[in-house]
């Protein structure tokens, strides 16, 4: 079998095949491995219209990858002793908290971490209505509000902590003010001169300063066929997305993860318990699926080939990113481009995975345990859908339409969602173990398979899935969005056939509005 240098060496062919007709105007892929940058393959542009290449210190907008930072800055903090991970965040808050209902227990700083404090994406429903949910300041030199404006207030959690996944921007942005609490430094200026500094990202920001000069890449979204400048957003809850970085700066930051916090100089990070800490399972919505779909602290862990890996994404108006840490191989796969997908195909996470897959080595698909065979469980068989909460329920909605069907085709159970490549139903594969399956995705072949686990009571009656990271729950049809959506598109057919028969009512001789 060829080393992983060999094999690292040969994967330009791959990337440079990923690439053509993906429609993504740059890319930039490092390889991160022995702590250095291993390997670097830049194709496209940073800039369409001036034709600027895409090179290894063009800098992007990170997106979600933020939130490890955040963390880091955070545990830097829980290792001076400043606050114990199980406490309430409350007790570091002078202004504004974490209200919580009566009998609810607090939210922790564990709960936030792993994004089981019952707060969604948006603190309030009317928030929808604002553009960017009221987080979001538009332009690049436009003045970002500091983060009290947002976490002086109230925030009141949709559901009980610890009761379902629910990933939560606002949630990791209230740690990234409490760093401020805790270090009486601006969360920017905190991160800056504790991590980014002091790991050599010189080049690398949490605002688009000078720190990242001209090297910034310009961010496309497709408009009616053609890519267009998408429009520039800066995140004012900076904790969850706003990083600018470059794949020279990333790497270092990779290789100080890979190494366990240890920087080139001796000095420490963290220290390398914590980091075993933070990319340690914490939370998954079954035990079938701890080492496939779980979340350590910030870090989301899954298996690829049956390696461990440890990785976060990101995606904001004109960037999406894909970071992937493989501590047993002391390598990092690191892909970032300048095209909006954040609804469209995440093409960007495709290729990392691809690129995973070539690195880990195809004779390790053994250790996963995916036997192939035929599923037989006619138990399964019935309608799921989330646990209750709107606002926490924003993922699953928008990905899945928050709404399952499971049956049988011959031996084998198929699951549809209600929108979506998984609309017409996709046969579930069995993945070595009882009630563990994997589900593929028609239109991405390609794409990691996700993984579903059934949930049984003490009977061995099936009351749920375990969908990756969300948990469902088993309905009733008249409970599921289908049924409910099948009401309306009756009631809006039933009254078009109404105002239609007024209408023309006159032409039959009947005055309108008589019997």
């Known amino acids: ?209 000078s720190r990242i000069g001209d090297s910034e890449a310009t961010g496309y979204k497709r408009s009616l066929g053609r890519l267009v400048p998408a429009t520039y957003y800066q995140n004012i809850i900076a904790p969850a997305g706003n990083l600018i970085s470059s794949l020279d700066d990333m790497a270092r930051y990779a290789a100080m993860l890979l190494a366990k916090g240890s920087l080139p100089d001796g000095t420490r990070m963290l220290k390398a318990s914590t980091v075993d800490l933070a990319f340690s399972p914490h939370y998954w919505a079954s035990e079938a699926l701890k080492d496939d779909a779980s979340i350590g602290l910030c870090f989301h862990l899954c298996r690829v080939n049956g390696v461990r890996v440890v990785e976060h994404g990101g995606a904001t108006s004109g960037f999406t990113s894909a970071m992937s840490l493989v501590p047993s191989e002391d390598l990092a796969v690191l892909v970032f481009c300048n095209k909006d997908e954040i609804f469209g195909a995440r093409r960007t996470q495709e290729i990392k995975h691809r690129i995973l897959v070539a690195l880990l080595g195809g004779d390790r698909e053994r250790m996963s345990g995916v036997s192939g065979r035929p599923v037989a469980n006619e138990n399964a068989a019935g309608f799921y859908g989330p646990l209750p909460g709107v606002l926490t329920n924003t993922r699953i909605l928008g990905y899945y339409g928050g709404d399952f069907k499971m049956s049988t085709r011959g031996s084998s159970l198929v699951l549809s969602s209600f929108y979506g490549s998984r609309r017409k139903g996709v046969e579930l594969v069995a993945a070595g173990e009882r009630n ?80």
């Open 1 to 209: 079998m060829a080393s992983m240098r060999e094999r690292i060496a040969g994967l330009d062919a791959l990337i440079d095949s990923c690439f053509a007709g993906s429609g993504i105007p740059g890319i930039a892929v490092g390889i991160v491995h022995g702590g250095r940058l291993e390997h670097v393959r830049c194709l496209g542009h940073a800039n369409i219209g001036a034709g600027t290449p895409v090179n290894q210190g063009t800098a992007f907008r990170l997106a979600s990858i933020s939130k490890t930072f955040t963390a880091v800055g955070l545990l830097q903090l829980w290792e001076s002793g400043r606050f114990e991970l199980d406490e309430p965040v409350n007790n570091h808050i002078q202004s504004g908290r974490v209200v919580v209902k009566e009998g609810w227990p607090d939210v922790t700083f564990t709960h936030l971490l792993t994004h089981q404090a019952g707060i969604g994406e948006i603190t309030q429903k009317r928030d929808l209505l604002k553009p960017g949910f009221g987080l979001l300041v538009k332009g690049r030199d436009t003045p970002v509000p500091p983060l009290r404006t947002v976490h002086e207030r109230p925030l009141r959690p949709e559901v009980a902590a610890g009761t379902k996944y629910a990933y939560s921007n606002i949630g990791v942005s209230l740690l990234g003010y409490v760093i401020e609490q805790l270090s009486g430094e601006p969360f920017r200026d905190y991160m800056v001169k504790h991590v980014l500094d002091p790991i050599g990202m010189a080049h690398s920001e949490f605002l688009p300063t």
């Open 436 to 515: 563990h399956f994997l589900v593929s995705n028609p239109k991405k072949p390609d794409a990691r398979k996700e993984h579903l686990a059934l949930i049984e009571d003490g009977q061995g009656h099936v009351t749920g899935l375990a969908l990756e990271h969300f948990k469902l729950r088993r309905n009733r049809f008249a409970n599921t969005l289908r049924f409910k959506a099948s009401l309306v598109c009756i009631a809006v057919v039933v009254a078009i056939c109404v105002v239609v028969i007024i209408a023309l009512l006159p032409a039959f001789g009947c005055p309108a509005g008589t019997p």
